[in-house]
């Protein structure tokens, strides 16, 4: 403080440069805050030449301030101080007083600065070796370290959900020896091929398969939901009940459709008998057998579902957390994504009324299955309308999405179902005519996004059976309708030591 108060003194310009930053609160004494804020009065003033008398003769105004400039001697310590500052040194000096003003600062402020300057230190090496270490450190490091505190503190109780961080390394070693035991797939989808495609439905994963109306979201997303809870559906053609292979919790969240329409989708996926046929009653002995029995295995089946006709986030995220907590569930299918009344206003709340385009609901929706997915550890499959010329369009993508293109960001992966149009149909006529096919595709799924997936911008090529819910996988080509040679994949899920287990088998796809 001696070296910078001379300094100052001998050269009162340093007070305009920018580069220096001093206050009278930089110096812990009264008689130095005194002497400091005289001088920078009097450069105030545009006086340029500043001694130890004018600064005498300008505090004699004030008599309380300049009884405490004489009872510290304040002309003997001014000329001295002027007569001994180096100019040389007064960066050296000046970051000396500013990093000891910044601690007193950090002090008052309630922070302990013992890791950067412990003043209790009683050995004279390690006093030492603290001053050394301090001297050597910048403001910005001093900063740095209290900065390091406060995100510690900070992510200790406001981190959101699923942030971390690590070395790079940590882990890799055991990653790969996992992925050598079993490879990074999730549990089945009714489509062997899109399970190859997408991996299966893995946990903390959000897919979402858009189409238009009447062409069967909800039928697509009820037979992937029950094809995971059952552990068996019976095959008309093999006259004999097929093994499935897994028995996963799952949910089915209906926004528009009763309980009961629901269950009688569910019912003919597992039996193979038409959904009319149950309606209207009409089954003979054989298939109503089929369907007694069909009942049963959903019976013991951890398949549940929830009607929520009118729907905020909060009851999304309340409801799926119950049956997460309550029964375990790992697979949720959301019937899918639009507006509601409930939704509108809880947005419109939370923006304290300001008014919100519907792209940007959605897009805060999707978002929030996304951090559902993370946070309880799930899978969500939802769906979209879509919108615009989706009945001529060649490669369907993200564009045709009604509401907010953007959703698409938050997807793992996206999808567009959708019946074939004529141009298609005509495109894949030389496919078709080398006869391997026993049904002619009725449905097209664009695949037009799928991360951690090689398969993208393609076309899954199907029968849809909409009156069971169920789906044929013909073939897959490219956008240029070329053929792609696809492996199924069929998944076997097991439990060992209450630990879930995959088992995959792939094979040749017969075209």
Aim: aromatic share 10%.
């Amino acid at each position: 403080m001696f070296q910078v108060l001379g300094s100052i003194l001998k050269n009162p310009a340093i007070l305009n440069d920018t580069k220096y930053n001093l206050d009278k609160n930089d110096f812990p004494e009264q008689f130095h805050k005194i002497v400091f804020a005289a001088i920078s009065n009097l450069k105030a003033e545009e006086i340029e030449d500043i001694d130890y008398v004018l600064i005498d003769s300008f505090l004699s105004s004030y008599d309380v301030q300049y009884k405490i400039f004489n009872d510290n001697n304040g002309l003997d310590y001014l000329i001295q101080a002027e007569e001994t500052a180096n100019a040389r040194n007064f960066d050296y000096h000046y970051n000396r007083v500013k990093k000891f003003s910044l601690l007193r600062k950090l002090q008052e402020s309630g922070f302990d600065i013992k890791d950067i300057y412990d003043e209790d230190i009683v050995s004279p090496k390690e006093h030492e070796a603290m001053q050394e270490k301090f001297d050597g450190m910048t403001l910005q490091e001093i900063t740095d370290i209290v900065d390091a505190k406060l995100i510690q503190i900070k992510e200790s109780f406001l981190v959101e959900y699923g942030s971390y961080g690590q070395q790079a390394a940590k882990g890799m070693k055991e990653l790969k020896v996992d992925l050598k035991e079993a490879p990074a797939m999730g549990a089945p989808l009714v489509s062997k091929i899109l399970t190859t495609i997408t991996r299966g439905a893995r946990l903390k994963k959000l897919y979402m398969r858009s189409a238009p109306t009447g062409v069967g979201k909800t039928r697509f997303s009820l037979g992937d939901a029950t094809n995971l809870g059952i552990n068996k559906y019976y095959d008309w053609d093999e006259e004999e009940w097929i093994h499935n292979g897994t028995q996963e919790p799952a949910l089915f969240i209906t926004t528009e459709l009763e309980i009961d329409e629901i269950q009688t989708m569910m019912i003919p996926f597992v039996s193979g008998v038409d959904e009319d046929t149950l309606l209207d009653g009409t089954y003979n002995e054989d298939q109503e057998a089929i369907i007694d029995e069909s009942i049963k295995v959903i019976e013991e089946s951890p398949i549940w579902l929830e009607h929520l006709p009118n729907f905020d986030i909060n009851d999304i995220e309340r409801t799926i957390q119950k049956y997460v907590l309550k029964h375990g569930v790992k697979y949720v299918f959301f019937d899918y994504i639009h507006t509601s009344l409930k939704l509108l206003a809880q947005i419109s709340q939370e923006s304290k009324g300001m008014k919100l385009r519907e792209d940007n609901v959605l897009l805060m929706f999707v978002d929030k299955l996304k951090q559902l997915c993370n946070r309880l550890g799930v899978f969500i499959f939802t769906a979209t309308q879509v919108s615009g010329d989706f009945k001529n369009v060649k490669d369907a993508d993200q564009s045709l999405l009604r509401g907010a293109k953007a959703m698409a960001d938050k997807l793992d992966v996206g999808i567009i179902a959708r019946v074939p149009s004529k141009a298609d149909l005509d495109e894949i006529k030389p496919i078709l005519s080398k006869g391997f096919y026993k049904n002619k595709p009725n449905m097209v799924f664009d695949i037009y996004k799928n991360r951690r997936g090689k398969f993208v911008r393609i076309k899954l090529w199907s029968y849809a059976d909409l009156g069971t819910c169920r789906t044929k996988d013909l073939f897959v080509t490219d956008s240029d309708y070329e053929i792609l040679p696809i492996e199924e994949t069929l998944i076997e899920m097991f439990s060992d030591e209450d630990e879930k287990q995959t088992n995959t088998r792939t094979k040749d796809f017969d075209f």
